[in-house]
């Protein structure tokens, strides 16, 4: 059986039955989503408490730019190699330990520390939700909602990249830049929000499928890169709102 999800990661899932009892479960999703998570808190926290602006600017910079390269390069490695996929799910959970690190670094410095525990609780607070709208059938994932998903996807990645060759070359007013600004990040949320339901979906029917156990990686990175995604889009919609209250 050939699997393709919405996600990246799974969209070159070859055979996933196993002849063997050697299978995947709900509960080694869950610990291995666990454990990536874990080491990517650790790491953030980490490199959080001891980045300094001042002091290592170009490291900073540099940091920004080369930890999520290798992140998303560990994330095309894995879905092409299933043995070798746990090394890679591994190494992606560090490097985007060490770019949230920066990322919740520079915000908390900009708009207070306290964002940081806003956008983590608003960002588990939406995966509960959407587990419970899955869970209870309240929104089912067929192919007609997984087809909208990657659209809006596409299209908030061009929404993107059109926004900022136009502040590059100054074809926009700082104010329209702003709403339109404000209007990609809300639509963000909401997508990286509803794309959870995907992952739900993926993991339900590789484990109902008797996937081999090695999937349980793929389908644990699976659901934390949409995590972080969800976070990171959180946290600019929290700094946007914050910014306008003052």
């Given at each position: 059986?050939?699997?393709?999800?919405?996600?990246?990661v799974?969209?070159?899932?070859?055979?996933?039955?196993?002849?063997?009892d050697?299978?995947?479960?709900?509960?080694?999703?869950?610990?291995?989503?666990?454990?990536?998570?874990?080491?990517?808190?650790?790491?953030?926290?980490?490199?959080?408490?001891?980045?300094n602006?001042?002091?290592?600017?170009?490291?900073?910079?540099?940091?920004?730019?080369?930890?999520?390269?290798?992140?998303?390069?560990?994330v095309i490695?894995?879905?092409?190699n299933i043995?070798?996929?746990?090394?890679?799910?591994?190494?992606?959970?560090?490097?985007?330990?060490?770019?949230?690190?920066?990322?919740?670094?520079?915000?908390?410095?900009?708009?207070?520390?306290?964002?940081?525990?806003?956008?983590?609780?608003?960002?588990?607070?939406?995966?509960?939700?959407?587990?419970?709208?899955?869970?209870?059938?309240?929104?089912?994932?067929?192919?007609?909602?997984?087809?909208?998903?990657?659209?809006?996807l596409?299209?908030?990645?061009?929404?993107?990249?059109?926004?900022?060759l136009?502040?590059?070359?100054?074809?926009?007013?700082?104010?329209?830049?702003?709403?339109?600004?404000?209007?990609?990040?809300?639509?963000?949320v909401?997508?990286?929000?509803?794309?959870?339901?995907?992952?739900?979906?993926?993991?339900?029917n590789?484990?109902?499928?008797?996937?081999?156990?090695?999937y349980?990686?793929?389908?644990?990175?699976g659901?934390?890169?949409?995590?972080?995604?969800?976070?990171?889009e959180?946290?600019?919609?929290?700094a946007?709102?914050?910014?306008r209250?003052?």
């Amino acid at each position: 059986m050939r699997f393709r999800g919405a996600n990246p990661v799974y969209s070159r899932m070859g055979d996933i039955y196993s002849d063997s009892d050697y299978v995947a479960t709900y509960g080694g999703v869950t610990q291995k989503t666990g454990l990536l998570l874990a080491i990517i808190s650790i790491v953030a926290l980490y490199i959080g408490s001891t980045l300094n602006f001042d002091a290592n600017f170009g490291m900073s910079i540099a940091t920004i730019i080369v930890a999520p390269i290798i992140a998303i390069v560990m994330v095309i490695l894995a879905h092409r190699n299933i043995q070798l996929a746990w090394i890679f799910s591994l190494v992606y959970a560090t490097m985007e330990g060490i770019f949230l690190g920066f990322i919740s670094a520079l915000f908390a410095y900009l708009y207070g520390s306290e964002i940081i525990t806003m956008a983590l609780l608003a960002t588990f607070g939406v995966l509960a939700g959407m587990l419970f709208l899955y869970s209870t059938g309240l929104i089912r994932v067929g192919n007609f909602f997984r087809k909208a998903m990657f659209s809006m996807l596409l299209g908030l990645i061009f929404a993107s990249l059109i926004l900022f060759l136009l502040f590059f070359l100054g074809g926009i007013e700082s104010l329209t830049g702003s709403t339109l600004y404000f209007g990609i990040v809300v639509i963000s949320v909401i997508v990286s929000s509803l794309y959870l339901l995907i992952d739900f979906d993926n993991i339900t029917n590789l484990v109902d499928a008797g996937a081999s156990k090695e999937y349980e990686w793929m389908l644990s990175l699976g659901l934390v890169v949409t995590i972080v995604w969800l976070y990171i889009e959180l946290l600019r919609f929290i700094a946007i709102i914050s910014g306008r209250r003052k």
